[in-house]
């Protein structure tokens, strides 16, 4: 079982950067691809970024070049640091957990968390 409670949201001016983070509990955080995703008002869940054991990562492409995903194996955390954000990124983000490495499909993640609201202003 993985327990997943992700922080960093909040409100923030177009241009400007946000870091999320997503702590894990449980065993064996290093063999599990962790995804983002977000869902935005009146929209259905998106995939954002995930990545794997071996670091290999994989964006959808709206957020190519202004979205990072990391992760702390040692902190049992992954993080998404939000660069250039515009309004259209303002949704609840989750954290998600799964076995399987790949991080092209958005399908089979096991583990979710509540959510961190993310709030860009134009």
């Known amino acids: 079982q993985v327990q997943l409670v992700e922080s960093g949201g909040g409100l923030v001016q177009a241009g400007g950067s946000l870091r999320l983070s997503c702590a894990a509990s449980?065993?064996?955080?290093?063999?599990?691809?962790m995804g983002w995703f977000r869902r935005a008002p009146g929209k259905e869940r998106e995939f954002v970024a995930a990545?794997?054991?071996?670091?290999?990562?994989y964006y959808v492409d709206s957020v190519k070049g202004r979205f990072t995903i990391s992760r702390d194996n040692a902190r049992n955390t992954v993080y998404l640091q939000m660069n250039s954000l515009k309004p259209e990124d303002t949704a609840v983000y989750y954290c998600a957990a799964k076995i399987k490495p790949d991080v092209r499909s958005a399908t089979e993640y096991n583990y979710w968390g509540q959510g961190t609201q993310v709030t860009v202003s134009s």
């Open positions: 449980g065993r064996a955080f290093g063999t599990y691809t």
């Open positions: 990545i794997n054991w071996s670091t290999t990562t």
